[in-house]
């Protein structure tokens, strides 16, 4: 009878995070991932305080050579939900052979002991996302009791036909003010409050989402108003090195928001349009976004009618806890 490989896990060290690196490069070459992640990108979002290599991340040695690895994100919050979302890849030679499964038994235990560890009495959501297309995932989630529970959209649009920049009645849109930051913040957790899937950003995590990996605030705006007020904002971001497999130069629509009573006068169709012409300034190609394709403030129909179309479609999956 043929021997069954070992599958052993360890945590994942500042050391091996190139080894996690190559596996999920090489995974996501070989689903059609359209996107290359960097080693910058990856340490940033490993070694933080949402991911505790020691006890959030492990990766999976098949008869001790890598196959794949996982961590869990942790996003405590003090109101509405707590989550805890988990990512992980495994090399295609070593698919069918249950990594991945012993990989999300752990992860999935492990989200669940945190999120049960806060001493609060929010509903605990464990959630894993996956493009549609993807189909092993989504069957890997389904076998571990998860369930699909949203759909999240990416669109794209040429840098072509550009908007008009409007003129706005008591506000005006301007380059995105750094030493603001902190009003930014405040007017991103208001914009987001009833965002399905969102809690407010704290301070480390909004540094992180505007300083770190990709952003770009020289192509990020604000809307002001008549009396200095912020009141709605728009984040950008850029990843370089998805050019090469893209055959595009996209830019990022990361963050948008309008605060509720401003909402319908034109401000982020404003923020956008500057966006746009900031983008085609700066040589790029495309703009991409993405959205819940049940964004209940109507922002996909707001996007179609900038000229963004649909390209992907990611399926969140969700258990309970
Ligand atoms: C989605 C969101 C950013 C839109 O902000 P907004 O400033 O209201 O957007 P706009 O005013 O540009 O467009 C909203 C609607 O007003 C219309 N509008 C545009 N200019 C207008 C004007 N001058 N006067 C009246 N209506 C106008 C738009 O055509 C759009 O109509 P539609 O709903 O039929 O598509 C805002 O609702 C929000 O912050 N939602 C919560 C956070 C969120 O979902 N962000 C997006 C995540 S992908």
């Known amino acids: ?82 989550r805890n979302y988990i990512f992980g890849e495994v090399v295609p030679e070593h698919r069918g052979k249950g990594v991945g499964a012993t990989l999300m038994e752990w992860a999935i235990a492990r989200a669940t002991a945190q999120l049960h560890s806060s001493g609060r009495s929010l509903p605990r959501y464990v959630r894993a996302d996956s493009y549609d297309y993807i189909e092993s995932a989504h069957r890997l989630f389904a076998r571990l009791g998860m369930e699909p529970v949203r759909y999240t ?99 990022w629509i990361d963050n948008l928001g309008t605060l509720r009573e401003w909402r319908g006068r034109g401000i982020a169709s404003a923020l956008i349009a500057h966006s746009l012409h900031a983008f085609a300034a700066d040589n790029l190609t495309h703009a991409s976004i993405g959205v819940d394709s049940e964004n209940p403030t109507g922002a996909a129909r707001l996007y179609q009618a900038l000229g963004f179309e649909r390209q992907t479609r990611s399926i969140t999956h969700q258990l309970v806890v």
């Open 1 to 82: 009878m043929p021997r069954v490989p070992e599958i052993s896990l360890v945590p994942l060290t500042r050391d091996t995070i190139p080894t996690a690196l190559d596996l999920h490069r090489r995974s996501e070459t070989f689903d059609g991932v359209p996107r290359v992640l960097e080693l910058e990108e990856l340490e940033e979002e490993l070694d933080d305080e949402h991911v505790v290599l020691a006890t959030d991340t492990r990766l999976a040695l098949l008869d001790g050579e890598p196959a794949g690895y996982v961590y869990t994100y942790y996003l405590p919050s003090e109101v509405r939900e707590e």
């Open 153 to 251: 959209d990416e669109l794209l649009r040429p840098l072509t036909d550009l908007p008009a920049l409007p003129t706005l009645d008591g506000v005006h849109i301007v380059p995105w003010p750094a030493h603001r930051s902190e009003e930014i913040r405040a007017v991103k957790n208001d914009s987001f409050a009833d965002h399905w899937g969102s809690t407010p950003t704290n301070e480390h995590h909004w540094a992180q989402m505007t300083t770190g990996f990709g952003a770009r605030l020289d192509l990020s705006f604000v809307a002001i108003d008549d009396h200095d007020h912020i009141v709605g904002h728009c984040l950008n971001k850029r990843y370089e090195a998805d050019d090469a497999v893209l055959g595009r130069k996209d830019a």
